[in-house]
């Protein structure tokens, strides 16, 4: 079951109902700064980490300033669209309501989970390279201070391309089912708290493990991908 740390009261709380009903996710995220991008990132890993559980979402993006622009900035980087919403609004049927908020706003008290978000510097992130931002971000615990300077961004360049490259080599070989105890390691590391980086983890150890056929590194790939969004087969049928 997916648990999260609720900023209200610093102790893991399960982010959806036992029962399959569709649960809200709000991302409050006035201005459009790289934090307020971050936000709205923490809320789409928990919607897609949700989905992959089997809990419908209905995803809202309140308290935008910059609303258009935020946006453009967080289509770029892979976030699904976030429906408008109030701060009080249910959607139909809805089971339980999260809030995620930069850290700065989770002392806003709200009778609902909260998931707080730490900042992320310089506040006008280079989005030149979309994914590569993504993945800056990725690395990083989303209670953690991010900086996505330019060797921050030369890393997940570097590292994305590598693996995009291995991923494209290993869809050409015969397809092999994900391990059980490698999908067990990604849905715990998720799971818990939302822990991106240990899926990244889970993924450099993928990479090399002699142990492994390369059919069943692709499916790996594939698989935690739809937690990540970092579109690692994308070069499939690429030649290098």
Avoid: N
Avoid at 21 to 38: F, I, K, N, Q, S
Avoid at 64 to 79: F, H, P
Avoid at 198 to 214: A, F, H, I, Q, S
């Amino acid at each position: 079951m997916l648990r999260i740390i609720d900023a209200r009261t610093g102790e893991p709380a399960p982010a959806a109902p036992t029962r399959r009903a569709p649960t809200r996710v709000e991302a409050h995220a006035p201005g459009g700064d790289a934090t307020a991008l971050r936000v709205v990132l923490v809320a789409d890993l928990l919607a897609r980490a949700m989905e992959l559980d089997g809990t419908p979402v209905w995803a809202v993006l309140t308290g935008a300033a910059e609303g258009e622009r935020l946006r453009k900035d967080a289509a770029a980087l892979g976030i699904r669209p976030f429906e408008e919403g109030d701060t009080a609004g249910h959607g139909p049927g809805t089971g339980q309501s999260v809030r995620v908020v930069g850290a700065s706003g989770a002392g806003d008290a709200r009778d609902v989970v909260t998931v707080a978000v730490g900042p992320a510097h310089p506040a006008e992130a280079d989005l030149a390279d979309p994914d590569a931002v993504r993945l800056a971000l990725l690395e990083r615990s989303r209670h953690a201070r991010v900086e996505l300077d330019a060797p921050a961004l030369d890393e997940a360049r570097d590292t994305l391309a590598r693996w995009r490259r291995a991923v494209a080599d290993w869809a050409r070989h015969p397809s092999r089912p994900v391990p059980g105890e490698v999908r067990d390691r990604l849905r715990a590391a998720w799971e818990d708290d939302l822990d991106a980086p240990g899926v990244l983890r889970v993924l450099r150890e993928v990479e090399t493990d002699p142990d492994l056929p390369d059919g069943a590194r692709f499916e790996i790939c594939a698989y935690a991908d739809r937690f990540l969004g970092l579109h690692l087969t994308r070069d499939v049928g690429t030649s290098y």
